[in-house]
């Protein structure tokens, strides 16, 4: 199942202001892709998360460019999001594995308590 949604907001801040911004909000847990024309004063950016990709992949396309009506003093940016679960087998192994680390660790310490209670030998 794939959950999207837009959004478009415009900068009160000329193309240059807000495109320089955006590089400062970088993070390490995300790739980020960019694709700059200087010339028409467009970028788009592409990010995709690094952590818990088994799990979850978030995927967020962003565009910058001049405002039509202002394009000296505003920028118009359109996000797009996709964020996708991945299939239910995924987390249904690692529960698997707890599961069986759960039981393994019942049957020790059963065997722990059944040692010191009765005198058994282990």
């Known amino acids: 199942m794939v959950k999207a ?3 478009e907001h415009i900068y009160k801040n000329p193309w240059e202001r807000v495109t320089s911004a955006s590089w400062c909000s970088f993070t390490q847990l995300v790739i980020y892709t960019s694709v700059v024309d200087a010339k028409s004063r ?3 950016l592409t990010s995709r998360n690094i952590s818990l990709q088994k799990f979850i992949e978030v ?3 962003t565009r910058y460019d001049l405002h039509p009506d202002n394009p000296t003093g505003r920028t118009i940016c359109k996000q797009e999001t996709q964020i996708r679960i991945k299939p ?3 987390l249904a192994s690692m529960a698997e594995k707890v599961e069986q680390r759960c039981a393994d660790r019942f ?3 059963t065997a722990k308590s059944r040692s010191r209670s009765y005198g058994e030998d282990l």
């Open 42 to 44: 467009s970028m788009q």
């Open 59 to 61: 995927e967020e396309k």
């Open 107 to 109: 049957l020790q310490n």
């Open 5 to 7: 949604y837009k959004q």
């Open 88 to 90: 239910l087998s995924e």
